[in-house]
């Protein structure tokens, strides 16, 4: 299984931003898929999530009404739109599978990661 994440870069607080994960070598409507963050220092943070047929969809409250996940099923993508950044939102962000669920918020649980992609918010 591969996952390879892209889309981070440098913006402005109240910019946007668009991270893509493109996976391989796995049945990816099977999998639950979601995204984690790293600030520095500090451990991997859940940010939000989706079912394998995309009709549901989780999110931390600090990202509820600005970020939106969705999945291609037909492509193997899993995006986050990153609308209204803040400064705390600087971060690596990494794309996640999940075997087995959806949703689940504990990096431990997910099964198979992507490399990060940075995220910088200045103020």
């Known amino acids: 299984v591969q996952l390879q994440a892209s889309g981070g870069g440098l913006v402005q607080a109240g910019g946007s931003l668009r991270l893509s994960c493109a996976a391989s070598?796995?049945?990816?409507?099977?999998?639950?898929m979601a995204w984690f963050l790293q600030a520095p220092g500090k451990e991997r943070e859940f940010v939000a999530a989706?079912?394998?047929?995309?009709?549901?969809?989780f999110y931390r409250d600090s990202v509820k009404g600005r970020f939106t996940i969705s999945r291609d099923n037909a492509k193997n993508t899993v995006d986050l739109q990153m609308n209204s950044l803040k400064p705390e939102d600087t971060a690596v962000y990494y794309c996640?599978?999940?075997?087995?669920?959806?949703?689940?918020?504990?990096?431990?649980?997910?099964?198979?990661w992507g490399q990060g992609t940075q995220v910088t918010v200045s103020s």
């Open positions: 070598r796995l049945t990816f409507s099977r999998y639950g």
């Open positions: 989706i079912s394998g047929s995309g009709d549901i969809t």
């Open positions: 996640a599978a999940d075997k087995y669920y959806s949703g689940r918020k504990y990096a431990h649980d997910y099964n198979y």
